[in-house]
């Protein structure tokens, strides 16, 4: 009965046979060497971590990847020591806390795939540590949002699936601040601020 296999790179899904699914993970030779061009040794093509390095060069590089607009199409790349040598990036997640209930988080989330701008964080610390809206109309700031009524500047943040209340500004920088203190207070280091914690400044 044939299985369907899905490609790390453009997302293409595949029936396959059992014995074949189990072996592959891109669906064409133009997929396989846009993240493995050339032959490697370490015998670890089928494990969860060299899967999360297929992913990470897959929506860098590939146009047909589902988040290459979200990745490779805003510019994010991954770093020369990464981009052709797994053995590089396993060592870099043996040396950082890779666990397998971990996921590869950015810490500027609009920096590139590299050892200073990445870390392990679970699915919940990662969903903290996300940009603003890009469909958000009313605020240039995450967290800000106008009130159609008053015309003041709402804050508020997400904390475990609800959405609280911080606070009613004059200015839209006031609620931006205000939501970023609040980040901090609940996320610390995942916490993703409209201000730069050392200059001041907007991201």
Excluded at 145 to 161: F, T
């Amino acid at each position: 009965m044939p299985v369907a296999m899905k490609c790390v790179v453009c997302g293409r899904v595949q029936l396959l046979p059992p014995s074949t699914a189990l072996k592959r993970r891109c669906c064409s030779r133009e997929c396989s060497q846009k993240i493995t061009p050339r032959l490697t040794s370490h015998r670890e093509s089928n494990t969860r971590l060299h899967g999360i390095w297929c992913q990470m060069k897959g929506r860098c590089n590939c146009k047909t990847n589902p988040g290459f607009a979200y990745y490779g199409g805003r510019g994010v790349r991954v770093c020369e020591e990464w981009k052709d040598s797994y053995d590089s990036f396993r060592d870099w997640a043996n040396a950082n806390g890779y666990q397998d209930r971990l996921e590869l988080d950015r810490i500027n989330v609009n920096g590139n795939y590299e050892p200073e701008n990445c870390r392990w964080a679970t699915r919940t610390q990662q969903m903290r540590n996300t940009r603003k809206r890009v469909n958000a109309k009313t605020s240039r700031f995450k967290g800000v949002s106008l009130h159609s009524q008053n015309k003041r500047w709402i804050a508020q943040i997400g904390i475990n699936k609800r959405t609280i209340y911080v606070g009613s500004f004059d200015t839209e920088e006031q609620a931006a601040l205000a939501y970023d203190e609040r980040a901090l207070q609940e996320f610390g280091e995942f916490a993703n601020v409209n201000f730069s914690r050392k200059e001041g400044v907007s991201r």
